[in-house]
């Protein structure tokens, strides 16, 4: 069986949650499933020396306009957070943790936490906010919670940026096809051509 | 009649290039014609404090392995020069002062520079070389070389480039559609839906 399409992205990506609502349909078509990697961008700017892209001069004033045009254009229900851009290390934190230890959980877990995040304007960044999450897809409060402090998981979210960055991951989403990156909300299209043919 | 849609670009952008085999038939498929408007993404990044795509730590090269799959997919003709990137300014130059006194041949002229550039790996940075191309499309090899050299021509152009920042273009290729900005070869799609909607 094949390996799974690599989808990076960061919780608080608008481009990022948009593609996390349609990279699974979308590699499941072409029979594979999908591993759900969050990344945190400030991380990765501090490596490459790019700022937020709402910040950037001209780029950023487009970015807004094109979020919102992206999103009317998938159809479903967006809703730029208030508190956008927000930290998302305790989300990280949690998903890496239920991946190791409670697989099942761990990718309704990050789902549940970009909707609320980017379809119900709700707070994601409170380590209180990640543990009720946590809570509603199944997963215990207290053993989230102290989860959320421990130092071997703390360890786990580093290994796992200083990893991404030595793969190239640069952006959000970033997605990887057999090895291929594509980088961007707008290469879906591209990352579905790729899965069709297995290259070009 | 509609306006025509603005197509902005850099002669030395190979998105920009892939883009300019492509927009012309996009946009006639729905009855509308382009303008082509030449800029300098040098210019533009002193002014948004980037830094040009390919000198990017990471993404850099994620987009050296990008721009040649996206020319695979595309299919046409395509050579990443040698001198890439390269100094525009005599091919912006010249293309503003066709656009003002020969427009009949302003369009053949920037197609048969970028074409030169990015189909025969040939310079078009030199003013000579930009002279050889007009000469080929039918322009005064004089004329043309005197226009290069004109204070009035190097005016125009500075004044066009304050006038797409002041628009707010950042990239290369910028399409505006009836006011609405598109950056990027890979929103060519997203051009074409707008084109057909008029907008959503």
């Given at each position: 069986m094949a390996a799974p399409v690599e989808f990076y992205f960061d919780f608080s990506s608008p481009y990022g949650y948009l593609a996390s609502e349609q990279i699974d349909q979308l590699c499941a078509q072409h029979g594979r499933q999908t591993d759900w990697r969050p990344i945190m961008l400030g991380v990765v700017f501090k490596q490459t020396g790019q700022q937020p892209l709402v910040e950037v001069p001209?780029?950023?004033?487009?970015?807004?306009?094109?979020i919102l045009r992206t999103a009317r254009l998938w159809g479903g229900p967006f809703v730029v957070p208030d508190a956008f851009p927000f930290p998302s290390i305790s989300a990280c934190r949690a998903a890496y943790?239920?991946?190791?230890?409670?697989?099942?959980?761990?990718?309704?877990?990050?789902?549940?936490l970009l909707r609320r995040a980017w379809n119900r304007n709700q707070d994601i960044a409170k380590p209180d906010s990640?543990?009720?999450?946590a809570g509603e897809v199944g997963l215990d409060r207290g053993e989230t919670a102290k989860a959320l402090q421990d130092p071997a998981v703390k360890d786990r979210l580093r290994q796992e940026l200083e990893a991404s960055l030595a793969a190239g991951v640069f952006g959000s989403p970033y997605i990887v096809v057999d090895g291929e990156p594509f980088w961007g909300n707008d290469r879906l299209d591209m990352v579905d051509k790729w899965l069709a043919r297995g290259g070009w």
């Open positions: 001209l780029k950023g004033d487009y970015s807004k306009r094109d943790w239920a991946k190791d230890r409670h697989p099942e959980q761990a990718k309704p877990l990050m789902q549940a990640v543990v009720a999450v």
